[in-house]
C-alpha cells in the first residue's frame, strides 16, 4: 500500500453511515450545532479513499463519478463551511460585505451551496508586502460563498493531487511542511558524496501566470465551476478587470492549481538523471548529483554553495 493511501486510510474508521440527503426528505433540516462533524469527515474522508484507490488504478471515470458525489453531499458542504468560518480571514469579507457570523448563516450557506446554478463573483484586489521586499504581492479575496465552493470542490480534488504528486514537492501539501523539506534538503547535503552547488529556483508570477487553458485541460474537476474561479475577474478601484490567465492568490484552491502544474518535474529528472528503481532520489543512484526539493513555487534552499 502507497503512503498516499495509509495518509487517506489513517483517519478512515470502519463504521456504516448514511449521508442526511436521504434523512432530509423525512426529517427536518439540521441547525448548525445539530451537525454531528465526526460522521461528517469519516463519510467525506470515505469517499477520498476511494478516489485515492480508482487513481491508482487507473478508473478516471469512477473518479469522476465519485468527485460529483463529495460535491453534491451535504456532508462535504458543512465542512466546506466550517473550513471558511475557522480560518484566519473570516472576518474579511469579499466584494459583497457578506460575513457569515451567525449559526443561520452558516446553515443556509449550505443549502444554498449548489454546484448546477454557481456563478463566482469577482475578487477584491488588495496587496501585501512581500518579506524582505519592497514590492506587493496582489491578493484577490474571493466572496464567503465563493471560498466555500473553493474548498467543496478541494474535497474532491485533494484525493487526487496528494496521489499523482511530486514526492518531493513538500509546499502546500497536507501533511508536510518547511520542516520536512528542511530534512529532505539535509538529507540530500550532509553526505561526503553530496554535491557541492545548490541551483535556487524562485518561479516568477508562478500564480499570475498559469496559462487557464492548461489547467481546463489537465486538471482532473469539474471544467464549469474551474472556469468560474478562474475567470471572474477582479474590482479594483471600482472597476472591474478581466483575469486571462494565472490562478489568484488568496483562493482556497490556488496552491492546489499551483503544485498541479508544477508537478512532473521529479519525473523529468528520475529519467534523465536516476538509475535508482525505487523512483526516488537518491545520492547513490545519481552518479550526476542532481537532485530536486520544491517547496510552493520555490526549488531550493536559499543558499548557494554548501558549507563543510
Excluded at 219 to 233: A, E, N, T, V, Y
Amino acid at each position: 500500500m502507497s503512503n498516499h493511501m495509509k495518509d487517506w486510510e489513517s483517519m478512515n474508521a470502519q463504521s456504516s453511515m448514511t449521508p442526511p440527503a436521504r434523512t432530509m426528505q423525512t426529517y427536518r433540516k439540521p441547525k448548525w450545532k445539530e451537525i454531528n462533524w465526526k460522521q461528517a469527515e469519516l463519510y467525506v474522508n470515505r469517499l477520498q479513499v476511494r478516489i485515492v484507490k480508482a487513481v491508482q488504478a487507473d478508473k478516471w471515470r469512477l473518479v469522476k463519478r465519485l468527485q460529483k458525489l463529495i460535491t453534491n453531499s451535504f456532508y462535504a458542504k458543512v465542512l466546506a463551511v466550517k473550513r471558511v468560518i475557522t480560518n484566519k480571514g473570516k472576518n474579511t469579507p469579499g466584494i459583497d460585505g457578506d460575513i457569515w457570523s451567525t449559526d443561520e448563516d452558516k446553515i443556509q450557506a449550505v443549502y444554498n451551496l449548489t454546484t448546477s446554478s454557481y456563478k463566482a463573483k469577482p475578487l477584491k484586489r488588495t496587496y501585501i508586502e512581500k518579506y524582505g521586499k519592497k514590492e506587493k504581492r496582489p491578493l484577490g479575496i474571493p466572496t464567503m460563498t465563493d471560498r466555500a465552493m473553493q474548498g467543496l470542490q478541494l474535497l474532491a480534488l485533494a484525493p487526487i493531487a496528494e496521489t499523482t504528486a511530486d514526492k518531493v514537492s513538500f509546499g502546500f501539501r497536507q501533511n508536510r511542511c518547511a520542516q520536512d523539506a528542511m530534512e529532505y534538503m539535509f538529507k540530500l547535503l550532509s553526505r561526503k558524496t553530496s554535491p557541492e552547488w545548490i541551483l535556487e529556483g524562485d518561479i516568477k508570477g508562478c500564480f499570475d501566470n498559469i496559462s487557464h487553458d492548461w489547467m481546463l485541460e489537465n486538471i482532473p474537476s469539474d471544467k464549469r465551476i474551474m472556469r468560474q474561479f478562474l475567470r471572474c475577474g477582479y474590482v479594483e478601484n471600482k472597476r472591474l478587470f478581466p483575469t486571462t490567465e494565472g490562478s489568484p492568490q488568496g483562493g482556497l484552491i490556488s496552491p492546489t492549481y499551483a503544485n498541479m502544474t508544477l508537478d512532473g518535474l521529479e519525473r523529468l529528472l528520475l529519467e534523465r538523471y536516476s538509475t535508482s528503481s525505487t523512483g526516488h532520489y537518491h545520492p547513490n543512484y545519481n552518479k550526476h548529483k542532481v537532485h530536486l526539493c520544491r517547496y510552493a513555487d520555490d526549488c531550493a534552499p536559499r543558499r548557494r554553495k554548501l558549507v563543510t
